[in-house]
């Protein structure tokens, strides 16, 4: 029996080979003529007026907070509020920074609640952190409307949302920071690597600093000087070593390519799991907010006995996923805030099989096994 993964990344080999073949050749492999040719892409297809390419999507959240932290004078142990039910790299960066995470909780989507955001804040609340499960944008535009009235930062920790529009315009613009991820798994795959879309030319700037270790000068743009001392810059302050490269620049064009004609390929996935599913007594697929065109980076369902039903799952070849585990099950976020509907979903939540390689058979598989097995 063929087994159907949670996640089978698809690449066009030829194209992209191409494309790093040419990094190869031109010597240029590091931060160079790709990674500039693939932010001007992805502007242009997103209309986000800046971006800057990046090693991976975790050093895109931990500098986005280093740099609103430096930028508005946040002070050691002021709050972001957060989310439980994501990868824990997002909580992570808020760390990093010797910044608090504040857990709310989640609503229908398992985004945050604005309900919920709106009681955790405090004093010491600095910026939100939204997460778009699964591509959805949730209760985003209400998110997004509190930070304005409260005077806080919107971080949107899209790594599940490229390809999502709402309202017509693809996702970004609402935050004061968006990252997308570009993690091989991701709807645009490419190794590892990420994206950094500030508002402003400023910020954008100082991203690129920040990503060079303070260096106000990257080696591809001294080269490309006409200044006849190449080899002087200045160091501004510590940064870090965050920025991509033109090889997954290069395979990322590639995928870009087919952004579009993939994420409208998972949406029908997503319909035939809608039709295979409906009316299945004991399975609660997780709903998308009505105000987007999501990316489908997750379809999700809930269901009593989860572990039990994964197992039976994975005993019929089928190997789905949990996105994700509240966090406050872990050690080092046990101290937060009770969230129920995170911990709820938690114990229930299933990620079915999602990619570009399934077909309508595959699909009808898993509804088939997966009401069999939740029937008992």
């Given at each position: 029996?063929?087994?159907?993964?949670?996640?089978?990344?698809?690449?066009?080999?030829?194209?992209?080979?191409?494309?790093?073949?040419e990094c190869l050749e031109k010597g240029w492999p590091g931060l160079g003529f790709k990674t500039a040719a693939f932010?001007?892409?992805?502007?242009?297809?997103?209309?986000?007026?800046?971006?800057?390419?990046?090693?991976?999507?975790?050093?895109?959240?931990?500098?986005?907070?280093?740099?609103?932290?430096?930028?508005?004078?946040?002070?050691?142990?002021?709050?972001?509020?957060?989310?439980?039910?994501?990868?824990?790299?997002?909580?992570?960066?808020?760390?990093?920074?010797?910044?608090?995470?504040?857990?709310?909780?989640?609503?229908?989507?398992?985004?945050?609640?604005?309900?919920?955001?709106?009681?955790?804040?405090?004093?010491?609340?600095?910026?939100?952190?939204?997460?778009?499960?699964?591509?959805?944008?949730?209760?985003?535009?209400?998110?997004?409307?509190?930070?304005?009235?409260?005077?806080?930062?919107?971080?949107?920790?899209?790594?599940?949302?490229?390809?999502?529009?709402?309202?017509?315009?693809?996702?970004?613009?609402?935050?004061?920071?968006?990252?997308?991820?570009?993690?091989?798994?991701?709807?645009?795959?490419?190794?590892?690597?990420?994206?950094?879309?500030?508002?402003?030319?400023?910020?954008?700037?100082?991203?690129?600093?920040?990503?060079?270790?303070?260096?106000?000068?990257?080696?591809?743009?001294?080269?490309?000087?006409?200044?006849?001392?190449?080899?002087?810059?200045?160091?501004?302050?510590?940064?870090?070593?965050?920025?991509?490269?033109?090889?997954?620049?290069?395979?990322?064009?590639?995928?870009?390519?087919?952004?579009?004609?993939?994420?409208?390929?998972?949406?029908?996935?997503?319909?035939?799991?809608?039709?295979?599913?409906?009316?299945?007594?004991?399975?609660?697929?997780?709903?998308?907010?009505?105000?987007?065109?999501?990316?489908?980076?997750?379809?999700?369902?809930?269901?009593?006995?989860?572990?039990?039903?994964?197992?039976?799952?994975?005993?019929?070849?089928?190997?789905?996923?949990?996105?994700?585990?509240?966090?406050?099950?872990?050690?080092?976020?046990?101290?937060?805030?009770?969230?129920?509907?995170?911990?709820?979903?938690?114990?229930?939540?299933?990620?079915?099989?999602?990619?570009?390689?399934?077909?309508?058979?595959?699909?009808?598989?898993?509804?088939?096994?997966?009401?069999?097995?939740?029937?008992?």
């Amino acid at each position: 029996m063929k087994p159907i993964h949670l996640f089978v990344p698809t690449f066009r080999v030829e194209e992209c080979l191409d494309e790093v073949r040419e990094c190869l050749e031109k010597g240029w492999p590091g931060l160079g003529f790709k990674t500039a040719a693939f932010e001007e892409a992805w502007k242009a297809h997103t209309g986000l007026p800046y971006a800057h390419f990046l090693s991976s999507a975790t050093a895109g959240l931990h500098l986005a907070i280093r740099m609103l932290k430096e930028r508005y004078r946040w002070q050691d142990g002021d709050e972001i509020i957060s989310t439980p039910l994501t990868f824990v790299s997002g909580n992570h960066a808020i760390l990093y920074e010797r910044l608090r995470p504040v857990f709310a909780d989640v609503d229908e989507y398992l985004c945050l609640d604005p309900s919920s955001v709106a009681e955790r804040i405090t004093p010491r609340t600095r910026a939100i952190n939204f997460v778009g499960l699964g591509g959805n944008t949730g209760r985003l535009a209400d998110i997004t409307r509190l930070c304005r009235e409260r005077g806080l930062k919107l971080i949107l920790d899209a790594a599940h949302m490229t390809g999502t529009r709402m309202q017509g315009r693809h996702v970004g613009g609402e935050g004061d920071v968006s990252v997308f991820s570009f993690h091989a798994v991701k709807n645009l795959p490419t190794a590892d690597a990420g994206m950094i879309c500030f508002p402003d030319a400023d910020a954008d700037a100082a991203a690129r600093r920040w990503t060079w270790l303070g260096i106000d000068k990257d080696t591809f743009a001294r080269t490309n000087s006409d200044s006849s001392y190449k080899w002087y810059y200045d160091v501004q302050h510590v940064g870090f070593k965050y920025h991509g490269n033109s090889i997954m620049a290069g395979i990322g064009l590639v995928s870009l390519k087919y952004l579009e004609q993939d994420n409208a390929y998972r949406r029908q996935i997503a319909d035939w799991y809608d039709e295979g599913l409906a009316g299945a007594a004991g399975i609660e697929a997780v709903p998308m907010s009505l105000d987007c065109e999501p990316a489908r980076h997750l379809y999700q369902v809930q269901v009593d006995r989860r572990d039990d039903v994964m197992v039976a799952l994975n005993q019929a070849q089928i190997f789905p996923g949990v996105h994700y585990r509240d966090n406050t099950l872990y050690g080092m976020y046990a101290d937060q805030p009770p969230c129920p509907r995170a911990r709820r979903a938690s114990e229930r939540i299933i990620s079915l099989p999602l990619h570009v390689r399934l077909d309508r058979g595959d699909v009808a598989r898993v509804c088939d096994t997966l009401r069999s097995v939740v029937r008992g």
